[in-house]
């Protein structure tokens, strides 16, 4: 586990200072905030819809001008024999997309790489990446994921809808901006840890209901990962905010494929209408083994993608020259994959229940088109809406089967390159490939059986898959559910992801989980291991614990501060120590203060010794305004004769932090530490002296 | 507040016991309850469905033969002008089946009357109301219910599904019922509070499942009213379990409508069909509009209500043959009402378009039937869908106006007679009405406007209307987009939602809130009243609190059980008593002990002076063995001499139960003790002594 992920506060500070604002500005501000908070979830919500919308339809004009220059290019060529020209077409256009996408993820901004996903998962579980929630890592994230899926790479842009949506959450409600210099100053109520991890929730929530149209699939995502106590009016708000992210979603894309009104783009993933999705209670075990098999596949995929990272973290490391490179190769072998398979492979259906657009004859007859080129110059979404809704017998099973271990391969290699990617479409379209071959299969031993559909297999495929790799449970159940439109096809995809998750974890864990563990963040499970009830508060807390008195000599805060790490601090009261307690670990606990406190009081000069600025009155507003960067204690200038004033403390520690009894087992000490998103958890003898404190880092060693 | 009502203990009492069982028996037992769980929440899940098929083909039946009966007489009358006959034979219809409705919910279980959505509310809040979840009650339910929807008075069924549901569960899951004296012993693991609520809440999440067909709504309505800290396997869990409700009641009532496979009946409540459900952002300041409708009717309808469930406990009380009197009455005038209707307002239409199988010329010319006649002669759940799909021009003004008026007055009289029965549908159908009415004043109004389709009128009037009366938010709003199947239609219907709330709740609560205030149930909101910080433990606890020793006289054991009515005792450490401390509270807290363990240990003879018996091992399963219904302590023999000797409380006591410090504001402990379910909170003192205690009846005072 990684020391340098510091964690959120998330615990309310209801000290003096709070309760003196609370009583001055009376329940008229509590309503004003109220409402406030609900115009910004809107604002939110709406925010994360236009963004979708500028990466979708950007998306979308380029690759219709790439597909369709190149479709122009191959027409021709193979008249005029000169088909290395399309191809150098293709790798070109690859490569000088993917070039911009991976500048975006590997110079200008290294946190938006990837697809965002585990980066919101710690975020939400309370550990703070650094760089997560900028503007900057925004716009790297658009634009890299633009170019990504532009660039014809494995990839899909839904993931990082959810890292953009968190990114607007954060700036919107903070209503300032460290990267563009910017401070609006209405929302300086909501500058603290508690207020930002709520709307980022909402944001992550928003981003997922923009990219699948799932708006309570995006709700419990948020509730998921958070995994804190029930709050009423946020999951409520949390709610209205994807709501009106797929209403805004939906409007603007609808108008921009010229149906406005119609309402038809609920999301940036569209499966497509399915005509009927009947199932037979036979086909239940059909499903439970595709279930099986996608856990295999994806358990598969992990493990390649584990022993490739941890290659590329000893080889490549974060050399951003070396990450463009690979990103360059990977398009260029894209653009060759595809190219070769579709040279080498005539699989011809006749023109007419053809979807793309950009079709291509290749060595085809006149009137028919290539399979496989109808499937490699299109994005990967529409390739999915293929394997849903073509026709039985749209496919040939050797194309379809090259194309899936082509493009499983290629999946591969393609997430952990130094570009933003998503994973959900690599994953739905592998899976969608061999579930129609499943399909196909199915149809070809039941000829007359009129349940075979190989769309609906190429759909439980596709789940199955997805699941194997990501792992996710509830949030993906829904988010597949509202994607497809149907409730009733709900119970097949939840017997299937529920098996794939079983059959995958008997080997590896999900491809999210094994990020965050390589990168070593202090990540909490749901709850603590089972069998550890005799696992007491002694073996989990640190101690002797670092304390201060309720009036501290200003020479003792800087010492501390400066030679520890630590940024929470338990307030005791020495006079009462036992004598058999020893060391610095004692004195009956007062209250909990914080590092940023400290800092902020040294910077206002709040000493006894100068009663005329403290009656100048420390406020609230004081502390939020160096949030969320507060200086470091070599930043503060002190003289030396402040080194011998003291601090009343008393009135701006957290005067009722949460405590335990040494004798609480793990269980309930994980139960309380992850239900309300502490950050520090003070431990206490039978006379309530402070004998350790539980953190972060102590309670995710056990797993 | 009602002193009668005792709540459940949810908090897990890890004792000596315990932790030797979990130590005895290791992992593989971990593992089989485990599975255990997901077996029996699958059972819960296919027995909710079951049940609600069987209320929704006996509900089928009943009407079908009522009404056609009824239609030939009519028809035949119209011709003889004899049409008194069918008049009295619609009433006697009526009267018939409702008194075998009543004396179901007043006679044999007064419990089972109403919707038994505020019982089950009252039950995951975590208080114990009597008789609510025993198999009793549950035939009382499913049988009344079947009669007072076929005895055509203005009530659903779907309410006493969720009710159903949660007795369904509380019954398997236990494995013991006292009402069929049968204990089949293989789960007694799971007899305890927590473990029946959890089951509780997944058989009411299966049964809105099976009501509505919202799988995902009936996780977040168990969420959302249980409102604990986020339990992530109990989450899956309870959705598997839904799913599986709503599959077995899809496959059983497609076999039984004659289209085995189709599955096209995700639920009990069909909302039918929609072709489209467009609509323009322009319409949305008119759904606002509605939802404002909705919540003012709502509230007059709560009002109206309240009055005479306050008249009905003055004058009608408990007496059962007044309530049968009472919904005779009702079904008498529900048929004169009707039959008044169809006889004065002659709006006839054409057939052709026309959806009741059992419609009626009464004195329209042939080839035509009345449109009152259909609306009155067929169950609420098809008139509602008749308001949805009719097309244009099916109704006049005047029919669908005075059908509002008189339904919905008949739905103000019908809450809360002694029968079972649910609101859902009365206020989906009195929606339905003036919300068609409005889409017909706005084609009217706008003859030439493509949007103005007076069916989505309807849905939006029906989900404001429903929404102005019960007051649910999240759930309800799922619910109802998963029963419309359209995830576009989300926004208006939240914003619908949302408004007839905030209407609403500036008049009164929610039906199903007035309900339990007028019970007296102690039931917690979902935080503490706003600007609370000031207010601390010492003014929410009680003291002084009686305690015990932890080796404590039988004596003084027994003495304190007679005389008072607490269930949970601190145990304390006598000696280490502050001079300051006065009375009876002092003591350094070491324990909790509950009622129902100091029973079971006089019951065992557990004592300190009979060592024989003590070696014979005191286990949970003699904790378990009289779960759920203790016996009273006078009920416990004990002779003359075992009341010198004494127990050593220490490997039966919780030994870390929750405590709060003294100077704990009321938003901390409110959360503590809603968030973690707990039914005692122990408040101790600057070192650690038991100055009070907190329980549901303190905090439930702050609202
Ligand atoms: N005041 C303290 N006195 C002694 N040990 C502490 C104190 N605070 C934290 N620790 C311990 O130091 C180790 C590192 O924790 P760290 O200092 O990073 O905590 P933190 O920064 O306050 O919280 P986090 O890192 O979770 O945001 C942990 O084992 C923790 O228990
Ligand atoms: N051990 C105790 N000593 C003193 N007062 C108590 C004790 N337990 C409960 N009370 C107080 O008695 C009042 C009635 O509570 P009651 O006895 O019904 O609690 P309970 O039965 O233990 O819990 P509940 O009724 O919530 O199930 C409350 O104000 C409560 O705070
Ligand atoms: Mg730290
Ligand atoms: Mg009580």
């Given at each position: 586990l990684s020391a340098k992920y510091e964690s959120l506060d998330y615990d309310v500070c209801e000290n003096s200072l709070l309760l003196e604002e609370e009583r001055r500005r009376g329940y008229p501000y509590i309503l004003r905030m109220g409402i406030s908070r609900w115009l910004v979830m809107c604002i939110i919500g709406a925010a994360t819809a236009l963004v979708a919308c500028v990466i979708d339809i950007s998306i979308d004009q380029l690759t219709t001008l790439k597909y369709r220059v190149l479709k122009k290019f191959t027409d021709q060529c193979i008249l005029e024999n000169c088909l290395v020209t399309p191809f150098l077409l293709w790798a070109s256009f690859n490569v000088c997309f993917v070039i911009i996408a991976a500048i975006c993820g590997s110079c200008v901004e290294p946190v938006a790489a990837g697809s965002g996903i585990p980066q919101v998962k710690c975020y939400l579980n309370g550990v703070k990446i650094p760089r997560v929630v900028r503007i900057k890592t925004l716009l790297a994230k658009a634009v890299g994921v633009t170019f990504s899926v532009a660039g014809g790479l494995a990839v899909g842009k839904e993931g990082p809808m959810v890292h953009s949506g968190a990114v607007i959450a954060a700036g919107v409600s903070q209503g300032k901006s460290t990267s563009l210099k910017q401070d609006i100053g209405i929302f300086e109520y909501f500058r603290e840890d508690r207020e930002k991890r709520d709307f980022v929730s909402g944001g992550a929530a928003a981003g997922v209901a923009a990219a699948f149209g799932a708006p309570v699939g995006g709700v419990l995502f948020s509730l998921e990962e958070g995994a804190s106590f029930w709050n009423q009016s946020l999951t409520w708000r949390i709610f209205f905010g994807s709501m009106v992210s797929v209403f805004v979603l939906n409007l603007v894309l609808s108008a921009y494929h010229g149906q406005p009104g119609q309402l038809a783009y609920a999301g940036l993933l569209n499966f497509g209408k399915f005509d009927t999705l009947n199932y037979d209670w036979l086909e239940l075990p059909i499903f439970l083994c595709m279930g099986g098999i996608g856990g295999l596949l994806g358990a598969f995929f992990n493990q390649l993608n584990y022993k490739l990272s941890k290659f590329r973290m000893r080889h490549?490391?974060?050399r951003a020259w070396m990450q463009v490179m690979e990103a360059m190769i990977v398009a260029a072998t894209t653009a060759t994959a595809g190219f070769i398979m579709i040279y080498t492979i005539d699989d011809c259906r006749p023109i007419g229940q053809d979807p793309n657009k950009f079709s291509i004859q290749m060595f085809c007859g006149d009137g028919e088109y290539n399979t496989l080129g109808a499937l490699w110059f299109q994005t990967p979404e529409a390739s999915v809406r293929s394997f849903f809704h073509d026709p039985p017998g749209s496919h040939h099973p050797v194309s379809v089967m090259s194309f899936f271990i082509v493009y499983f391969l290629l999946a591969i290699w393609t997430y952990g390159l130094g570009i933003p990617s998503g994973l959900f479409i690599p994953g739905l379209l592998t899976g969608a490939a061999w579930g129609r071959l499943v399909g196909m299969g199915l149809s070809a031993a039941f000829p007359t059986a009129a349940w075979v559909d190989p769309g609906k297999y190429a759909l439980v495929g596709a789940g199955a898959m997805l699941g194997g790799i990501v792992r996710m449970t509830l949030s993906l159940t829904v988010i597949l559910i509202e994607a497809t439109g149907n409730i009733s096809f709900g119970l097949p995809l939840m017997i299937t992801l529920i098996t794939a998750k079983w059959v995958g974890d008997y080997f590896n864990e999900g491809i999210y989980d094994m990020q965050i563990g390589l990168a070593g963040v202090p990540i909490l499970a749901?709850?603590?291991?089972?069998?550890?009830?005799?696992?007491?508060a002694p073996q989990v807390m640190s101690h002797p614990v670092i304390t201060f008195s309720p009036v501290e000599k200003v020479r003792n805060i800087v010492n501390v501060l400066k030679t520890e790490v630590h940024n929470g601090f338990p307030v005791v009261e020495h006079s009462s120590c036992d004598s058999e307690e020893l060391g610095r670990s004692c004195g009956r606990l007062r209250g909990l203060i914080l590092r940023s406190q400290l800092i902020t009081l040294l910077q206002q000069r709040a000493f006894n010794e100068e009663p005329a600025l403290l009656s100048r009155h420390i406020a609230m507003k004081n502390f939020r305004a160096s949030y969320p960067r507060y200086p470091s204690i070599r930043e503060v200038e002190l003289k030396e004769e402040d080194m011998e004033h003291t601090i009343d403390l008393r009135p701006y520690m957290n005067p009722s932090p949460y405590s335990i009894q040494h004798n609480t087992s793990l269980p309930r000490i994980y139960l309380l530490f992850r239900g309300l998103g502490l950050r520090h958890l003070v431990v206490v003898s039978d006379s309530n002296q402070v004998v350790g404190v539980v953190t972060r880092k102590d309670l995710a060693r056990f797993r």
């Open positions: 490549i490391g974060h749901w709850e603590a291991p089972p069998l550890s009830r005799t696992i007491y």
